[in-house]
């Protein structure tokens, strides 16, 4: 072993300190400041480190440094832990208690040295009745932390002696220390001391026992180290500056020469614009217009932009202008001067050509104004105001509506249409469960007024809808709906689908936002900047809305990274907002709607700013940024290490850190840290949830979350990246610069907006967009009937559908506003209808008027959607498990859960099979309509599948428990699944049937029926 170099004492204090090592006769590392080679131990002080009492004074472990150290401030750290078999308490009588102490001094001084008056102590002593870790320079003047002292646990603690005064001849006087410190700890001692007579230089360290430590007591030390800074005595990495954020990069300034008022435009005008201007431009191309033109060339890249490769070309069918004796081709100047104007940038004159705003008169994007309620013929028919439009249109066409419908399947229609579970038995009207037939047609719809069956059909109804609304389970019901829209996953997608594991929080805020009806308008305001809103738990999750968004983590580059999370929140926003599919627009100017790419790159410019991650809910809680901030030290200079590293081998630029592979790169003591750390932010709450570097309320933190290749954490105060036009939707061909705004055909947007996505939010539900009102209680009319008064729900654009009833749709949105936006109140005006509650009851004459039921003459059957499947199936067999809310059930513990489906875990690509089997989306898009296929795999799940065979079992067991006959079993059976009697030819069949197979078997059957899998 080589011979450690001596240094001059000032030298030593400034250099970094070897650690103790932990068995005799070992030597130290080759650093300027440490310790003398090997211990020098009492005869009583045991080889291995376990320390024995003596019942006196001792000091049977102590070692001299290499240098003695005069320097402002000395590090020491050490473990312990005292065996519990010989830890007395000072409550068991006089003399209990437990001494046991470090100290550090200039001379050693032999076994039985006392080492106090001035000497720094930690360790070991009784206060208020308790063993507790204490720092003293006197007896008399020792100061007790809050840690008590446990038997067999182990302690870190860490010492900080230090100068007020940083000379040689200056006393150590200020003494801090640490139990299990954590690395933004370092101005919160558990506990300090101050003296004047402290020694000025120290040589030896050594622990010492006293009367209270008996010969039976064992105290165990070990990883004993020296240092100079606060890091290094935690093992940690030296700070780093991270990488800043990769913003696009902008455009190259250039020198211009080229004027566009003076030299383009009158190129423009005199050989382009008479064909190529205004919206019946030739081929649909503008050149008058700054966004339309960007499509026809590269910006500062003449040679590869179209529009040159026109002017230049000699083939006549491509050339422009087209040859023609009333037409002069361009001279070699202008095509030069139209070159030069590209590479310089393309400058344009607004004032000149402006940006178009465009203009409609399609239906949707007109004012919403109040409509008449009608007066028609069959006023009798009319519960609520829905009624008499319908009733004009039934009117019209000459249709004649269905009876009311029978009043078990009204109430089993208004259980699963509201709640998605079947009706609870007690819930049904008993004096009318054998009343199958509808009542008398001339008495099917009118108020309830009286006593009459339908009165009491409507009355029992009306109670029942309250109740239903009222119920978790409703909230879960519509919640899923609203999470299709949502595209809420809790996975990444794309190939590395890493798992969300704090994502169900939005699912329970969606789930409580609809129990309690909040406020639609609030609803989008809260998702799409809660983290804007002051702050509350519930703002920061409800914008997992936006977080929901896809998320490669197998992307490199984080431009294009960034950019395709943006893009799925603009497209989400449009459509399930909005009504308006504006993916289109971000490649070109929409070629139906009056929508721009300049429209869709200034909503993009609402959501620049900010990305998905988990933050970190409960501001209060203590120490958040600097758990997350010590991490991020740690990882960075992980991180910047191995790269060096890689970079010092020779790998190519760029090198390439995954972050596993920093965390294997981590040595023992800084990985044991960093764990630390990482269990310390796990605890933390959390939630998957949208923040941006600016416009949030102070105090968000967000935690690492894990990904191959995350995108680069934002920062507080950061300047937000800018917007950029994309031109043709590259993200790498960089247009003009944008600000946020929303598509110009709805007004102009204010120039200042202190928080952008309050105002988009804002403006989204206020008069002058006219979308969203329509849209939300257009998707209610769908949920209720399977096909909304707009058939295309997500597109409300010139090439979606007319409204089947227009003045109905318009009256729902403006009690949807005057309500105070309340959505269970547009449900009840549905609900409490005569055209939801026709029976299906099929009329040749009515089907000759209108086959597709456009008219609403009749319910309309639909098939349950995939949850409400397995929720009926698990309910009806006994064995749902009600539980609302908190973490999903694992993919490994689906097949066995008995929880409803919505708290499923749903992975983008692997939901669960009684889901992928009954069409539930993947989460890969904004679902405004689930489609319905009919596929062989269906039946043979539903017939053959583990689940559908334990749902079968308890059924029959459920009962065997209420009937014993084969025809009692029937009515049973019946009964639990249908909420009906069977009828006389139905109950001789299915007892037949019974008689010849087991019950197990008939249930089998019965949950296969349509009219089970149905909404009647």
Known sequence: MPTAPTFPPRIASRTALTWLLLCVGVAVADEPLGLADGWKMSALGGARFSI????????????????????????????????????????????????????????????????????????????????????????????FSNVEVVGDREYQVVVRLA??????????????????????????????????????????????????????????????????????????????????LQAPPAPPPVVRTIDFTTHVYPILKDHCLACHAGADAESGVRLDALDEVLNQVA?????????????????????????????????????????????????????????????????????????????????????TPVDAFVARQHQRTGVTPAPLAPVNTLSRRLALDITGLPLDQSRRLPEMIDAEEPPDSEDAGGPSVGDSPTDKIHEHADALVEQLLGSVAYGERWGRHWLDLARWAESNGYQHNRSRPHAWRYRDYVVRSFQQDKPFDRFVLEQLAGDELPYADEHLIATGFLAAARYSGNELDHEIQRNDILVDVVNTTGQALLGITLECAQCHTHKFDPLSIRDYYRLQAFFTPGQPGNVVLQRETADTHEFIESRWQMFDAVHARLAASRRAKGYPEPVLVIPKSVFGAMKGAERAMFQRLEDEIARMPQAWGWTASANSPSGVAVAPHEMRWPLPRLRPGQAPPKTYLRIRGDVKSVGPEVQPGWPAVFGETPNQLDKPRTALARWITTAENPLTARVWVNRLWQWHFGTGLVETSGDFGTQGASPSHPELLDWLACELIESGWSTKHVQRLILRSNTFRQASTFSPENHALDPDNKTLWRWQPRRLEAEAIRDQMLAVAGLLDATSGGPSVPQSQTPSSQRRSIYLRQERDRLPESMTAFDSPAAVASCSRRRVSTVSLQPLYLLNSPFMQTVAAALAKRVRDVATSSTEQVVATFEITLSRMPDPDELARATQFLNDNSLDAFCLVMINLNEFLYTN
């Open 299 to 383: 910006p500062r890249d003449a040679k590869a932009s179209h529009l040159i490769s026109l002017v230049r070309s000699q083939d006549e069918r491509q050339q422009m202008p087209p040859p023609g004796a009333d037409r002069t081709p361009l001279s070699s100047e202008q095509i030069e001067t139209l070159e030069t104007w590209i590479d310089e940038g393309l400058a344009w004159d607004e004032r000149l050509l402006p940006t178009p705003i465009p203009r409609t008169d399609h239906w949707a994007f007109q004012p919403i104004a109040r409509p008449q309620v009608p007066v028609v013929k069959n006023s009798a028919w009319v519960r």
């Open 163 to 244: 100068k007020s005064q940083p000379a040689d001849d200056h006393a150590f006087d200020r003494l801090a220390m640490w139990v299990d410190p954590l690395p933004h700890q370092l101005a919160s001692p558990a506990a300090e001391a101050t003296s004047k007579r402290g020694v000025t230089t120290i040589r030896w360290l050594g622990f010492a026992t006293g009367k209270k430590t008996e010969k039976t007591d064992t105290i165990h030390v070990s990883d004993v180290r020296v240092a100079t800074t606060w890091r290094e005595i935690l093992g940690l990495p030296s700070t780093v500056s991270p990488d800043p």
């Open 52 to 143: 024995r009492g003596t019942g006196d004074r001792n000091n049977p472990l102590r070692r001299q440094l290499r240098e003695p150290f005069q320097g402002a401030e000395l590090f020491v750290q050490f473990r312990f832990q005292y065996a519990a078999a010989g830890l007395d308490e000072p409550s068991e009588g006089e003399g209990a208690g437990e001494f046991f102490v470090l100290w550090m001094d200039a001379v050693d001084g032999g076994d039985q040295a006392s080492h106090h008056g001035g000497v720094p102590n930690v360790g070991i002593h009784v206060a208020d009745g308790k063993n507790r870790l204490m720092v003293r320079y006197l007896a008399s003047e020792q100061q």
